[in-house]
């Protein structure tokens, strides 16, 4: 499409593979999650997902994982800019993250906190919703 | 019939005898107002019980003009505004606003008609002043004491 | 260049599209340095620093003025930009509406097809008056208004148009320019225009110049006005060559101004000059008969009463001469009050007096210098049953200097004894909160020692005799006469008061002399041993009445001297009466009595229309002296005053003349009034 991504580097590629680290793992065999706790970091690609506790949820054939779970303050990264929330569901499958609780979203000198993110890592498309508030820094031309 | 001598033992307005203190005078209608409120009510000292302010506003308006224009009536119109607090709490314990005129007669020399303007200033003075001590009297006895 | 600003924005969502776009959507609010802008809908263009903006829009900033528009792209920092449909709201009253508005550096609006007024536009009928213009810049930093082709339409009627035209928007104070001009006619001076002009001269001062041009007359009238620190002066003066005096340039002079001197002095002085006498009165300037330039220093403190003065006359009456009269006077004045320890007060006074005559001849040329001092001791008791007495007791020492006046001795020294005993008696009835009753019989007995000086009468001629001075040890206004011998008074004071209700007093007294004092005349009052009854009541009651009265009443029953005056303000009447009568007195140059009413009502018409009416008549020479008419429309964005008045009087210094008055007054420009008390809303 050539349109430069809005959020995050650009060309973000949802399918490459992701690592998890984390002081402790505990892994729930019945419905088959896992939940890592303590300074958990997740990578993939340019994408970097920091939180206090990520419950990972594969799909039925435990193939792929279907959905990250993080909560206790979360922070992504990803090229230039950043997003910081209370929690952030991460479906790995289409890239959608719902970031949620006192969202803060920086993108090199603009700033904006919002209630509620969804934000598509594809695309680089972020919508945020309840009581934007925006700090837009003019270019120093 | 409800009346009673104001200074006698139940008319309350013994509570005003040099108990007021009045605030410092604004020009010569100030300071006649104010001679005459101490020569009626005494002078309060620094314990008073009462401040009071009392600020006149004189106006004058011409009449009597002849057939060839001369004005040679003057009336001096005059209000005063009082205002009795307790010094400590600041609470208003009586206020109000008396009104009246003097009048001068402009058909004389000109020194004539200035001392008869400055008279009928100072008249006009006492007159308010004699009216504010009215309504104090009245309401002396519903005073704190 | 301040350094730019961040720009806050708020919005329910916002979309971050891409790198470069950002799209902000519902109660969107973005805030500039000062500047607050709302809107429906704003996308933020990052590479050009730029906000496309979708309405309603509401800009707002920091000294109240606001720009309405349908759509705008500005620039980040709300400065630069095309707003589009856009309206101007200055100081919440002068509406600019135009198809399209240009921002400049947050400072200019241009704006294109403007239609300009403060008048409440309901929908899509015409205001009743506007401004059209081609173009309009508004400066916010020098609060300038510049209009280019500028057509004023009434009710949609083009009435007048300028090429330019500039004017001070509403919230500038002291701006230089002109000031509504005002059509003046008189059967005097006949119809001319009167264009005010004002400079301000720095923070401080300010000059108004007016000239007043009409068929009969060239005028320029000037106002200077300066403030100092501890002061203020200001001038009034007008120069005139006209067709009612040939050939001679008519001019006055009329100046004032206070100061504040060390130690808590007060300097005050007043110039009264003019070089024509019917010049004052020909151009309704002053309708002073008497002219008055003083120079007076002045102290007041509670026990300390200080004040010097140096006055000069100047009559403009014909019947007197200016030589003949006392034109230059000198007084001087000091008060001294102590409370000593053995109660009551101690009162000494000073006063020394001067007045002149240009005249030299014998008597009518009279001078006369006094000098009086005098040591004064009051006191007041509580006697039983309430019984309140009071001792007045006191010594003058007079010393008069007359000069050329054969009829009074050259110089008098005398000393004078006084004493009085007062005795008052008030019975009281209080009604709660304030209010009540008073009764208060009131008498005194005085004794003044020493006979009247062979010395001229020149200060105490007109003698008052009211509430004031019924108690007194000496009518008289001056110390050039005191009452002497055994004086008797008595009287009785009534006062109901209420606070809710109406409230009223009555004062009745009479004085009894034991010689008769030939000084005083007939319609003084207190001729004879016994005087007239003093008369004296007020009024004010409910419903916005205030009426006090005055009057003596001879033995005869007729009254030798009334005064009344009332003021009515009910609804939407505003009445002021006063009638004054006196009694022929050849003593005081009042050979023909005196019974004149005066009557000043204003009435709310309509909802903006004021009637008002002026009428003074004597009833004595049954003659209308003068009378007026006004009426006035005012709404929430012009002022319409029209009035015609006449003075019947005539002399050879005056002209009997009816002056007719229009101004016309745009509201919402800092001229043309406030147009924010008259808020019309629309139906």
């Given at each position: 499409?050539?349109?430069?991504?809005?959020?995050?580097?650009?060309?973000?590629?949802?399918?490459?593979?992701?690592?998890?680290?984390?002081?402790?793992?505990?892994?729930?065999?019945?419905?088959?999650?896992?939940?890592?706790?303590?300074?958990?970091?997740?990578?993939?690609?340019?994408?970097?997902?920091?939180?206090?506790?990520?419950?990972?949820?594969?799909?039925?054939?435990?193939?792929?994982?279907?959905?990250?779970?993080?909560?206790?303050?979360?922070?992504?990264?990803?090229?230039?800019?950043?997003?910081?929330?209370?929690?952030?569901?991460?479906?790995?499958?289409?890239?959608?993250?719902?970031?949620?609780?006192?969202?803060?979203?920086?993108?090199?000198?603009?700033?904006?906190?919002?209630?509620?993110?969804?934000?598509?890592?594809?695309?680089?498309?972020?919508?945020?919703?309840?009581?934007?508030?925006t700090i837009l820094q003019p270019a120093k031309n | 019939c409800g009346f009673t001598p104001a200074y006698g033992p139940s008319g309350g307005a013994g509570v005003l005898q040099s108990q007021v203190r009045l605030t410092d005078p604004v020009g010569r209608d100030g300071y006649l107002l104010n001679r005459r409120l101490e020569e009626r009510l005494g002078r309060g000292g620094p314990s008073a019980r009462y401040a009071m302010k009392v600020t006149p506003i004189v106006t004058q308006s011409g009449m009597g003009s002849t057939s060839r224009g001369l004005t040679t009536r003057f009336q001096l119109l005059g209000k005063a505004k009082f205002l009795m607090t307790d010094p400590v709490t600041a609470d208003v314990l009586a206020e109000g606003e008396v009104q009246s005129f003097t009048g001068y007669s402009a058909t004389g020399t000109t020194v004539a008609t200035l001392a008869a303007e400055r008279d009928a200033r100072q008249r006009l003075m006492t007159i308010l002043a004699d009216m504010v001590v009215d309504r104090l009297l009245v309401a002396a006895s519903g005073l704190p004491s | 260049q301040t350094e730019n600003q961040a720009a806050l924005l708020v919005a329910d969502r916002v979309l971050v599209e891409s790198d470069n776009r950002l799209i902000a959507e519902g109660k969107v609010e973005a805030f500039q340095d000062g500047v607050r802008l709302t809107a429906s809908r704003i996308v933020y263009d990052r590479d050009a620093d730029s906000l496309t903006i979708e309405g309603p829009i509401r800009l707002s900033d920091s000294n109240g003025n606001l720009l309405i528009a349908d759509s705008a792209d500005l620039d980040i920092e709300l400065r630069n930009g095309l707003l589009r449909g856009a309206r101007l709201v200055l100081d919440e009253q002068l509406q600019l509406a135009s198809v399209q508005a240009r921002r400049v550096e947050g400072r200019y609006t241009q704006m294109s097809k403007v239609a300009i007024t403060s008048c409440q536009v309901c929908g899509e009928d015409t205001p009743l008056w506007q401004i059209r213009?081609?173009?309009?810049?508004?400066?916010?930093?020098?609060?300038?208004?510049?209009?280019?082709?500028?057509?004023?339409?009434?009710?949609?009627?083009?009435?007048?148009?300028?090429?330019?035209?500039?004017?001070?928007?509403?919230?500038?104070?002291?701006?230089?320019?002109?000031?509504?001009?005002?059509?003046?006619?008189?059967?005097?001076?006949?119809?001319?225009?009167?264009?005010?002009?004002?400079?301000?001269?720095?923070?401080?001062?300010?000059?108004?110049?007016?000239?007043?041009?009409?068929?009969?007359?060239?005028?320029?009238?000037?106002?200077?006005?300066?403030?100092?620190?501890?002061?203020?002066?200001?001038?009034?003066?007008?120069?005139?060559?006209?067709?009612?005096?040939?050939?001679?340039?008519?001019?006055?002079?009329?100046?004032?101004?206070?100061?504040?001197?060390?130690?808590?002095?007060?300097?005050?002085?007043?110039?009264?000059?003019?070089?024509?006498?019917?010049?004052?009165?020909?151009?309704?300037?002053?309708?002073?008969?008497?002219?008055?330039?003083?120079?007076?220093?002045?102290?007041?403190?509670?026990?300390?009463?200080?004040?010097?003065?140096?006055?000069?006359?100047?009559?403009?009456?014909?019947?007197?001469?200016?030589?003949?009269?006392?034109?230059?006077?000198?007084?001087?004045?000091?008060?001294?009050?102590?409370?000593?320890?053995?109660?009551?007060?101690?009162?000494?006074?000073?006063?020394?007096?001067?007045?002149?005559?240009?005249?030299?001849?014998?008597?009518d040329g009279r001078d006369v210098t006094r000098l009086n001092a005098g040591v004064t001791y009051l006191n007041r008791w509580t006697l039983p049953a309430g019984i309140r007495a009071g001792f007045t007791g006191s010594v003058w020492a007079d010393h008069v200097n007359t000069v050329q006046d054969s009829t009074a001795d050259a110089m008098i020294t005398q000393l004078?004894?006084?004493?009085?005993?007062?005795?008052?008696?008030?019975?009281?009835?209080?009604?709660?909160?304030?209010?009540?009753?008073?009764?208060?019989?009131?008498?005194?007995?005085?004794?003044?020692g020493g006979t009247r000086p062979n010395i001229a009468n020149d200060e105490s001629t007109r003698v008052e005799l009211d509430e004031a001075n019924l108690l007194s040890l000496s009518r008289f206004p001056a110390p050039d006469r005191r009452e002497r011998g055994w004086v008797g008074a008595a009287g009785i004071r009534w006062m109901r008061y209420a606070p809710a209700g109406w409230s009223a007093g009555l004062t009745l007294g009479r004085?009894?002399?034991?010689?008769?004092?030939?000084?005083?005349?007939?319609?003084?009052?207190?001729?004879?041993?016994?005087?007239?009854?003093?008369?004296?009541?007020?009024?004010?009651?409910?419903?916005?009445?205030?009426?006090?009265?005055?009057?003596?009443?001879?033995?005869?029953?007729?009254?030798?001297?009334?005064?009344?005056?009332?003021?009515?303000?009910?609804?939407?009447?505003?009445?002021?009466?006063?009638?004054?009568?006196?009694?022929?007195?050849?003593?005081?140059?009042?050979?023909?009595?005196?019974?004149?009413?005066?009557?000043?009502?204003?009435?709310?018409?309509?909802?903006?229309?004021?009637?008002?009416?002026?009428?003074?008549?004597?009833?004595?020479?049954?003659?209308?002296?003068?009378?007026?008419?006004?009426?006035?429309?005012?709404?929430?964005?012009?002022?319409?005053?029209?009035?015609?008045?006449?003075?019947?009087?005539?002399?050879?210094?005056?002209?009997?003349?009816?002056?007719?008055?229009?101004?016309?007054?745009?509201?919402?420009?800092?001229?043309?009034?406030?147009?924010?008390?008259?808020?019309?809303?629309?139906?």
């Open positions: 499409q050539g349109t430069n991504v809005g959020f995050g580097a650009s060309e973000h590629d949802t399918s490459q593979p992701v690592e998890v680290s984390a002081d402790s793992l505990k892994v729930n065999q019945d419905d088959g999650t896992a939940i890592y706790s303590g300074n958990v970091v997740i990578v993939q690609g340019q994408m970097r997902l920091a939180a206090a506790e990520v419950i990972v949820i594969f799909n039925k054939d435990r193939s792929a994982i279907d959905m990250l779970k993080a909560s206790g303050g979360v922070t992504l990264v990803s090229g230039p800019d950043a997003a910081e929330a209370q929690n952030a569901d991460y479906a790995v499958e289409t890239g959608n993250v719902v970031m949620t609780g006192n969202v803060l979203l920086t993108q090199g000198t603009n700033a904006a906190t919002a209630e509620r993110m969804d934000l598509n890592l594809e695309t680089g498309q972020a919508n945020l919703s309840g009581r934007v508030t | - | 213009a081609r173009n309009v810049v508004h400066d916010e930093e020098a609060k300038q208004i510049y209009i280019d082709e500028a057509q004023l339409r009434i009710l949609d009627v083009p009435v007048f148009y300028l090429p330019h035209l500039r004017l001070p928007d509403p919230t500038l104070t002291r701006a230089r320019g002109f000031l509504i001009p005002e059509i003046l006619s008189s059967t005097l001076l006949g119809t001319g225009v009167r264009m005010p002009y004002f400079v301000p001269l720095g923070d401080h001062a300010d000059i108004t110049f007016a000239p007043y041009l009409s068929p009969v007359t060239r005028t320029i009238e000037a106002r200077y006005r300066h403030a100092f620190r501890t002061g203020t002066v200001s001038f009034d003066t007008a120069i005139s060559r006209d067709t009612v005096q040939r050939d001679t340039t008519r001019a006055y002079l009329f100046g004032e101004g206070a100061f504040d001197l060390r130690n808590d002095f007060k300097l005050t002085f007043d110039i009264e000059a003019v070089n024509d006498r019917s010049y004052l009165s020909d151009y309704n300037y002053s309708d002073k008969d008497r002219l008055d330039s003083e120079l007076r220093i002045e102290r007041v403190r509670p026990d300390e009463y200080i004040t010097g003065a140096l006055i000069h006359y100047e009559s403009l009456r014909a019947n007197e001469s200016n030589a003949t009269l006392p034109t230059i006077v000198g007084n001087v004045e000091y008060e001294r009050r102590f409370l000593p320890a053995i109660g009551g007060e101690l009162r000494y006074d000073v006063t020394a007096h001067s007045h002149f005559r240009y005249s030299e001849t014998d008597v004078t004894p006084q004493a009085a005993v007062e005795v008052r008696w008030p019975w009281v009835r209080n009604d709660g909160q304030g209010g009540g009753m008073l009764l208060e019989p009131v008498a005194q007995i005085g004794w003044t004085i009894w002399r034991d010689t008769a004092d030939a000084e005083f005349s007939r319609s003084s009052g207190l001729m004879g041993e016994t005087s007239d009854w003093l008369l004296a009541m007020h009024f004010t009651g409910a419903n916005g009445l205030d009426l006090v009265a005055r009057g003596l009443l001879d033995n005869a029953g007729r009254f030798a001297k009334a005064e009344i005056r009332g003021v009515w303000d009910y609804k939407r009447l505003g009445l002021e009466a006063s009638y004054v009568l006196q009694s022929a007195d050849p003593a005081v140059a009042r050979n023909r009595a005196l019974s004149e009413w005066t009557m000043d009502a204003t009435y709310q018409l309509a909802e903006n229309w004021t009637g008002s009416t002026l009428w003074r008549y004597d009833i004595v020479d049954n003659r209308l002296d003068r009378a007026g008419v006004g009426l006035d429309y005012s709404n929430e964005c012009i002022d319409v005053g029209f009035s015609v008045s006449r003075r019947f009087a005539s002399s050879i210094n005056i002209e009997p003349t009816t002056n007719y008055g229009l101004t016309v007054a745009l509201k919402g420009f800092s001229t043309g009034g406030s147009a924010k008390e008259y808020r019309r809303t629309c139906r």
